[in-house]
Protein backbone atom coordinates (compact mmCIF):
# COMPACT_ATOMS: atom_id res chain seq x y z
CA UNK A 1 0.00 0.00 0.00
CA UNK A 2 1.17 3.74 -0.78
CA UNK A 3 0.40 4.73 2.69
CA UNK A 4 3.38 1.49 3.84
CA UNK A 5 6.01 4.19 3.08
CA UNK A 6 4.66 6.49 5.98
CA UNK A 7 4.83 4.37 8.73
CA UNK A 8 7.80 2.97 7.54
CA UNK A 9 10.99 2.73 10.31
CA UNK A 10 13.26 5.67 10.00
CA UNK A 11 16.12 2.96 9.88
CA UNK A 12 14.84 1.93 6.07
CA UNK A 13 15.98 5.65 5.60
CA UNK A 14 19.58 6.21 3.38
CA UNK A 15 21.84 7.72 5.74
CA UNK A 16 20.07 6.72 9.29
CA UNK A 17 22.25 4.23 11.20
CA UNK A 18 22.13 3.22 14.72
CA UNK A 19 23.39 5.89 16.26
CA UNK A 20 21.69 8.58 14.40
CA UNK A 21 18.37 6.46 15.05
CA UNK A 22 19.41 6.90 18.47
CA UNK A 23 19.21 10.32 18.62
CA UNK A 24 16.58 11.04 16.58
CA UNK A 25 14.44 9.02 18.90
CA UNK A 26 15.03 11.27 21.64
CA UNK A 27 13.13 14.03 19.51
CA UNK A 28 10.29 11.04 18.81
CA UNK A 29 11.29 10.58 15.60
CA UNK A 30 10.84 6.65 14.75
CA UNK A 31 8.90 6.28 11.97
CA UNK A 32 8.88 8.35 8.13
CA UNK A 33 5.84 9.87 9.59
CA UNK A 34 7.43 11.67 12.24
CA UNK A 35 9.95 13.87 10.17
CA UNK A 36 6.51 14.55 7.90
CA UNK A 37 5.14 15.84 11.20
CA UNK A 38 8.29 17.64 12.36
CA UNK A 39 8.01 21.04 10.97
CA UNK A 40 10.61 23.68 10.62
CA UNK A 41 10.23 26.51 13.12
CA UNK A 42 12.09 29.28 10.35
CA UNK A 43 15.05 28.98 8.46
CA UNK A 44 18.93 29.85 8.14
CA UNK A 45 19.18 32.42 5.90
CA UNK A 46 22.68 31.71 3.37
CA UNK A 47 21.45 32.95 0.47
CA UNK A 48 23.86 35.46 -0.34
CA UNK A 49 27.50 35.23 -0.83
CA UNK A 50 29.44 37.75 0.93
CA UNK A 51 32.70 39.47 0.30
CA UNK A 52 35.22 38.62 2.91
CA UNK A 53 35.30 42.44 3.93
CA UNK A 54 31.52 42.30 4.34
CA UNK A 55 31.97 39.36 7.19
CA UNK A 56 30.13 40.05 10.90
CA UNK A 57 31.78 38.34 13.22
CA UNK A 58 28.71 36.01 15.11
CA UNK A 59 26.56 35.59 12.23
CA UNK A 60 26.48 32.65 9.30
CA UNK A 61 27.80 34.02 6.20
CA UNK A 62 28.27 32.10 2.74
CA UNK A 63 31.32 32.73 1.16
CA UNK A 64 33.16 31.79 -2.29
CA UNK A 65 37.12 31.43 -2.02
CA UNK A 66 40.07 30.30 -3.29
CA UNK A 67 41.76 27.63 -1.29
CA UNK A 68 45.72 28.85 -0.93
CA UNK A 69 46.99 26.27 1.65
CA UNK A 70 46.37 23.39 4.09
CA UNK A 71 47.80 23.39 7.17
CA UNK A 72 48.31 20.33 9.15
CA UNK A 73 50.09 20.51 12.44
CA UNK A 74 51.41 17.72 14.34
CA UNK A 75 51.28 18.24 17.11
CA UNK A 76 48.39 16.61 19.14
CA UNK A 77 45.07 19.06 19.86
CA UNK A 78 46.14 21.52 17.99
CA UNK A 79 43.68 22.15 14.88
CA UNK A 80 44.15 21.94 10.58
CA UNK A 81 43.64 24.68 9.27
CA UNK A 82 42.83 25.93 5.66
CA UNK A 83 43.67 29.12 4.29
CA UNK A 84 41.39 30.96 1.92
CA UNK A 85 40.99 34.44 0.16
CA UNK A 86 38.64 36.33 -2.09
CA UNK A 87 39.61 39.39 -3.97
CA UNK A 88 38.95 41.32 -0.44
CA UNK A 89 40.82 39.01 2.48
CA UNK A 90 41.75 36.05 3.68
CA UNK A 91 40.01 33.73 6.14
CA UNK A 92 40.84 30.62 8.12
CA UNK A 93 38.26 27.27 7.75
CA UNK A 94 39.59 25.44 10.68
CA UNK A 95 38.67 21.92 11.85
CA UNK A 96 39.26 19.86 15.08
CA UNK A 97 39.75 16.03 14.77
CA UNK A 98 38.88 15.60 10.50
CA UNK A 99 41.43 13.73 8.91
CA UNK A 100 43.51 15.28 6.74
CA UNK A 101 42.64 13.10 3.45
CA UNK A 102 39.06 13.86 4.11
CA UNK A 103 39.80 17.66 4.04
CA UNK A 104 42.15 17.30 1.21
CA UNK A 105 39.42 16.24 -1.10
CA UNK A 106 37.09 18.94 -0.03
CA UNK A 107 39.54 21.48 -0.26
CA UNK A 108 41.51 20.96 -3.16
CA UNK A 109 44.41 23.85 -3.62
CA UNK A 110 43.97 26.66 -5.99
CA UNK A 111 39.89 25.50 -6.53
CA UNK A 112 37.27 27.90 -5.99
CA UNK A 113 34.62 26.72 -3.62
CA UNK A 114 31.79 27.69 -1.24
CA UNK A 115 31.57 27.41 2.32
CA UNK A 116 29.23 27.95 4.37
CA UNK A 117 29.08 28.52 8.37
CA UNK A 118 29.47 30.80 11.91
CA UNK A 119 32.14 33.54 11.39
CA UNK A 120 34.39 33.91 14.26
CA UNK A 121 38.07 36.20 14.99
CA UNK A 122 40.72 34.70 16.56
CA UNK A 123 44.49 36.28 16.16
CA UNK A 124 42.85 39.33 14.17
CA UNK A 125 42.03 36.90 11.15
CA UNK A 126 38.23 35.92 10.33
CA UNK A 127 37.50 32.01 10.48
CA UNK A 128 34.92 29.89 10.21
CA UNK A 129 35.03 26.41 12.34
CA UNK A 130 33.89 23.12 11.41
CA UNK A 131 31.36 25.13 8.43
CA UNK A 132 28.00 23.90 7.80
CA UNK A 133 28.80 23.13 4.21
CA UNK A 134 31.46 22.96 2.16
CA UNK A 135 30.68 22.39 -1.14
CA UNK A 136 32.17 22.95 -5.27
CA UNK A 137 30.85 25.89 -7.71
CA UNK A 138 28.51 23.59 -9.40
CA UNK A 139 26.59 22.68 -6.26
CA UNK A 140 26.41 26.67 -5.15
CA UNK A 141 22.55 26.64 -5.61
CA UNK A 142 21.77 23.43 -2.98
CA UNK A 143 23.77 25.92 -0.57
CA UNK A 144 23.21 29.63 -0.87
CA UNK A 145 19.54 29.44 0.06
CA UNK A 146 16.79 30.18 2.78
CA UNK A 147 17.32 26.45 4.40
CA UNK A 148 14.73 25.73 6.88
CA UNK A 149 15.61 25.48 10.40
CA UNK A 150 14.43 22.32 12.66
CA UNK A 151 14.38 21.74 16.12
CA UNK A 152 17.47 19.39 17.06
CA UNK A 153 19.17 17.50 19.30
CA UNK A 154 22.77 16.92 20.54
CA UNK A 155 24.15 14.43 17.57
CA UNK A 156 22.35 16.03 14.97
CA UNK A 157 23.11 18.77 12.20
CA UNK A 158 21.22 21.10 9.90
CA UNK A 159 22.98 19.37 7.21
CA UNK A 160 22.18 15.87 8.35
CA UNK A 161 18.79 16.25 9.23
CA UNK A 162 17.69 18.59 5.91
CA UNK A 163 19.35 15.11 3.71
CA UNK A 164 17.00 12.55 5.67
CA UNK A 165 14.35 15.17 5.64
CA UNK A 166 14.66 15.92 1.87
CA UNK A 167 14.97 12.64 1.20
CA UNK A 168 11.35 11.45 2.71
CA UNK A 169 9.53 14.76 1.09
CA UNK A 170 10.92 14.21 -1.80
CA UNK A 171 9.98 10.40 -1.85
CA UNK A 172 6.45 10.87 -0.66
CA UNK A 173 4.21 8.67 -2.32
CA UNK A 174 0.88 9.95 -4.21
CA UNK A 175 -2.06 9.25 -1.91
CA UNK A 176 -5.81 9.15 -2.87
CA UNK A 177 -7.40 11.91 -0.72
CA UNK A 178 -9.85 10.90 2.47
CA UNK A 179 -11.48 14.72 2.31
CA UNK A 180 -13.83 14.86 -0.23
CA UNK A 181 -12.60 16.91 -3.46
CA UNK A 182 -15.65 19.56 -3.53
CA UNK A 183 -14.55 20.47 0.23
CA UNK A 184 -10.78 20.64 -0.85
CA UNK A 185 -11.50 23.33 -3.77
CA UNK A 186 -14.41 24.84 -1.73
CA UNK A 187 -11.77 25.97 1.53
CA UNK A 188 -8.63 26.52 -1.06
CA UNK A 189 -7.07 23.86 0.20
CA UNK A 190 -3.43 22.38 -1.03
CA UNK A 191 -3.97 18.60 -1.79
CA UNK A 192 -1.74 16.03 0.68
CA UNK A 193 1.37 16.01 -1.12
CA UNK A 194 1.66 19.62 -2.01
CA UNK A 195 0.58 20.49 1.68
CA UNK A 196 3.13 18.59 2.99
CA UNK A 197 6.04 20.43 0.94
CA UNK A 198 4.35 23.73 1.37
CA UNK A 199 5.01 23.27 5.51
CA UNK A 200 8.16 22.25 4.99
CA UNK A 201 9.48 24.96 2.33
CA UNK A 202 7.09 27.82 3.56
CA UNK A 203 9.18 30.84 6.33
CA UNK A 204 5.56 31.17 7.49
CA UNK A 205 4.39 27.62 7.41
CA UNK A 206 2.54 28.23 10.27
CA UNK A 207 0.39 30.74 9.23
CA UNK A 208 -0.45 29.84 6.06
CA UNK A 209 -3.77 28.29 5.43
CA UNK A 210 -2.23 24.89 4.53
CA UNK A 211 -2.39 24.36 8.50
CA UNK A 212 -5.91 23.69 9.50
CA UNK A 213 -5.62 21.14 6.38
CA UNK A 214 -2.22 19.78 7.74
CA UNK A 215 -4.04 19.57 11.73
CA UNK A 216 -6.58 16.94 9.73
CA UNK A 217 -3.68 15.23 8.41
CA UNK A 218 -2.44 14.82 11.97
CA UNK A 219 -5.56 13.50 12.97
CA UNK A 220 -5.98 11.10 9.86
CA UNK A 221 -2.19 9.78 11.26
CA UNK A 222 -3.55 9.14 14.73
Known sequence: MKKDYIFKSINNLKGVGPQLSKYLKKKRIEKVKDIILNLPYGETDRSKLSKLNEL????????????????????????????CQDETGKIDIVYFNSREGYLRKLFPQNEWIIVSGK?????????????????????????VK??????????????????????VINNLPKIDEWLDEEFIVKN?????????????????????????????????FA
Do not use: C
Open 56 to 83: EIGKIHSIKVKVKKLNFPRIRNLPNRII
Open 119 to 143: VSYFNKKYQITNPDYVTTLDKQNYV
Open 146 to 167: NIPKYNLTKGINEKKYRSISEQ
Open 188 to 220: KFLNWNDAIKRLHVSSDAKENQTKSFFDRMKNH
